[in-house]
């Protein structure tokens, strides 16, 4: 069996913010979602929600939205991306932009790959890469860590590493946490790092609070902002 | 003098393919192009048949295009962002995809936070993360290491350090190399790694000859593409 016979897997990035659908969703997006009638998801209600807010006509409770999350186990995503094989196509979305990357979307991707399916991405917004963009840092090597370790030697260690490998290799280290422990995290880098560390805090981007902004560890100890439950990434180069 | 009184920075991405627009650039992309006067571009040639392109209604011979390049030296990023600081906003693009990331958009990037500038970042195409994305590979941990060494021994070293560094940490390696050097690489790549590590080939993303393959080093040895001059994104993992 070929790919021709074979459904396609799209994978469609979704807003960051609310209110943000015109300036990070792209036409192609829209009429992609417009003909699909099988969804794979990280939360059901979202997705219908925001398939509803495109207005495209179509009756919600006529397509097919499938939960893909962390814990789906291996039989159940088989199970879930079948239509592909029986030549349906599919669509995997986020919560919140891009799919597969720091979310289950990766799960799908992988099951196409190993049964010759095409994989489509669609253009849309990354915090991580914006974040990345706006920084001012080096976008020609860079790491991303995904969630520091929650223990409070562990984390400061792993800042001090993360600190190290920017002096040694110019290299960016790109990392984030749950939204409501974000000010400990800056305090912790606040505490931990070299004053003349360069710091990039990236909040609520594409948001209408959004504040990206790149300063010293130094000038970041004058002026400590408040990111409690506000989606943050955070960069430090030296 | 506060934020209030200058401009905004605005980082533009690009089309990555030709006759992708309406697949990659957003409505508030467009929206913002046809607002600004000034613009840093690492190609000027392009990046006015782009704005053209985009039918705006405008005289392309009244808008500022400054070439920001690798090799602009510092005095002159100085002054060609100065406009900013009279209040003026400026947009970058980069040839294409995001500026500032693997383009030395990132050089307007560090004045503006230096200045403290507003950075606007806009959602746009980006051949690393779309790869990314579509590779199924880890998209909590990865590395992007931008261009391999050219020579082959130290390339060779790379591949290795790269390949146990997947197994060790579980983090998706990403790498790339300029065109015309592609099918060079992927043979290095064939006979360095084991046999049992995962490479992903995603070329030409948004174009009409979109490749996107998640195969063992193994299985891409049995059928090795064409990779000469198209634009190519490699991922490794383990």
Not at 157 to 182: C, D, H, W
Not at 211 to 222: A, F, G, H, L, V
Request: glycine share 6%; proline share 6%.
């Amino acid at each position: 069996m070929n790919q021709q016979n074979k459904g396609k897997l799209y994978l469609i990035p979704t807003p960051l913010a609310a209110d943000a659908l015109h300036k990070t969703i792209t036409e192609e997006s829209v009429k992609v979602i417009g003909r699909l009638d099988y969804f794979l998801v990280e939360n059901v209600r979202t997705a219908r929600r925001f398939v509803s807010s495109l207005k495209l006509g179509r009756k919600i409770e006529e397509l097919h939205f499938e939960m893909l999350d962390k814990n789906t186990p291996a039989h159940e995503v088989e199970a879930i991306c079948n239509p592909l094989v029986n030549g349906r196509d599919m669509g995997v979305m986020s919560e919140a932009g891009c799919p597969g990357i720091a979310d289950p979307g990766h799960l799908a991707v992988s099951f196409a790959h190993r049964h010759d399916i095409t994989v489509v991405p669609l253009s849309g917004p990354s915090s991580i890469f914006m974040a990345l963009m706006s920084s001012g840092f080096n976008g020609q090597s860079f790491v991303f860590h995904g969630y520091l370790p929650i223990d409070r030697q562990q984390r400061k260690n792993a800042l001090k590493s993360m600190e190290q490998e920017a002096v040694r290799k110019g290299q960016t280290q790109i990392f984030m946490e749950t939204p409501y422990r974000n000010d400990k995290l800056l305090a912790d880098i606040l505490k931990t790092c070299n004053p003349q560390t360069l710091l990039c805090v990236a909040s609520d981007i594409t948001g209408p609070d959004e504040i990206i902004r790149t300063m010293s560890i130094k000038n970041w100890q004058k002026s400590m902002p408040d990111l409690h439950k506000r989606p943050t990434i955070f960069l430090l180069y030296a």
